[in-house]
C-alpha cells in the first residue's frame, strides 16, 4: 500500500469506525493519518477537514502524540 493513497483510505476509515468516541487519542491519530492519505491522493479539502477533526479531538487528551502528528501534517 505504499504510494497507494487510494488503498489506505478504506482501512482507516473502517479502524476509526471501529473506535469509541471516548478514544480520542486513538481516534485523532487515526484521523491525523487519514489526513496524509487524502492529501497523498490530491483532495486537499478532505484532507484538511480531516486535519481539523483530529486537531478537535488532540486538544481534549493528555497525549502529546496526536499534536506532533497534525503538525507534522501542517508542515506538508
Known amino acids: 500500500m505504499l504510494r497507494e493513497p487510494g488503498k489506505a483510505t478504506p482501512p482507516l476509515v473502517?479502524?476509526?469506525?471501529?473506535?469509541?468516541?471516548?478514544?480520542a487519542r486513538?481516534?485523532?491519530?487515526?484521523?491525523?493519518?487519514?489526513?496524509?492519505?487524502c492529501l497523498d491522493a490530491g483532495d486537499p479539502e478532505s484532507a484538511i477537514a480531516t486535519?481539523?477533526?483530529a486537531l478537535d479531538l488532540a486538544t481534549t487528551v493528555a497525549s502529546a502524540r496526536p499534536l506532533i502528528r497534525i503538525r507534522e501534517f501542517a508542515q506538508r
Do not use: F, I, K, V
Not at 485523532?28 to 496524509?36: C, G, I, P, R, T
Open 14 to 23: 473502517q479502524a476509526l469506525d471501529g473506535y469509541p468516541a471516548h478514544w
Open 26 to 37: 486513538d481516534r485523532a491519530l487515526y484521523l491525523s493519518w487519514l489526513a496524509d492519505a
Open 51 to 53: 486535519a481539523d477533526t
